[in-house]
């Protein structure tokens, strides 16, 4: 139990988190508790929780990997599913490699890899501002430098086939159904950060032919999926020159694809 200077009602707090729906609603007290100074601060964010407001983006942050990784809002909240994408492109990074978090949303991937990796090279690179100004705030203290533009546009053209290791966790919800998404995602992330086009591999497809530019030879890109998506990523990966492999963890309901370039 945190300790706070005030007292606030607890059972009364978890009852009105799981009446508006919030599953872990204890855990999500705590951690509100936690993050408000006063009573009257308390009451705000558990207001706007309540009215549906993401419990990161009330609380600045989520844990992804075991960091803390800070999370603005607008900014999309890295989920946990996405651990496997990070551990496929961590398995074949090789040594010292030079690696790109690209589509980085709040850069949450590149700090995991910061960890894991010796890279040579470490960037992210992501098209919203408000992502860009978010990993920035995660990534600055690192020195990993973060670059605003279309995919690959705004990187310095030195790496331009010479990347080892390009990880995207990219847009791949299909167009017509980002209005079946939960609220949270709907309504509080960006559009630009879920919607994929009509099948939902429209920017993925942009992605493969990128690193088919970009990567050295030899070199990996990592991108996730749903199960659905992957036999047909699998085929535009192919197209793009690039030889995949389907990675899937059934327990974290996550689908990635690591693709080789040959040479
Ligand atoms: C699904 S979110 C993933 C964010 C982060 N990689 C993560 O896993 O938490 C997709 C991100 O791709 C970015 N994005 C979409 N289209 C892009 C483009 N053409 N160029 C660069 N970034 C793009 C969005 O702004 C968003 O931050």
Redo the contacts with the bound molecule.
Sequence with gaps: MTSTLFTPDRPALVGRLRAAGCVFAEDEAELLIAAAGSPEALTDLVDRRVAGLPLEHLLGWAEFCGLRVAVDPG??V??GR?ALLVAAAAAVAGPSPAVL??????G??ALVLHGRLASRWLAA????PA?VACARRNLDPLGVPVYE???FAPLPTRWRGRLDLVVA???YVPSGAVAMLPPEARLYE?P???DGGVDGLA?LR?VAAGAAEWLAPGGHLAVEVSAGQAVALCAVLADAGLIPTVVRDDELEATAVTARRPG
């Design positions: 900014v999309f890295p989920r996405t978090d690209l589509c980085c949303g709040s949450a991937a690179a992501d098209l919203d992502a533009g279309d995919l966790n990219a847009p960006a630009v950060a879920l920017v942009r």
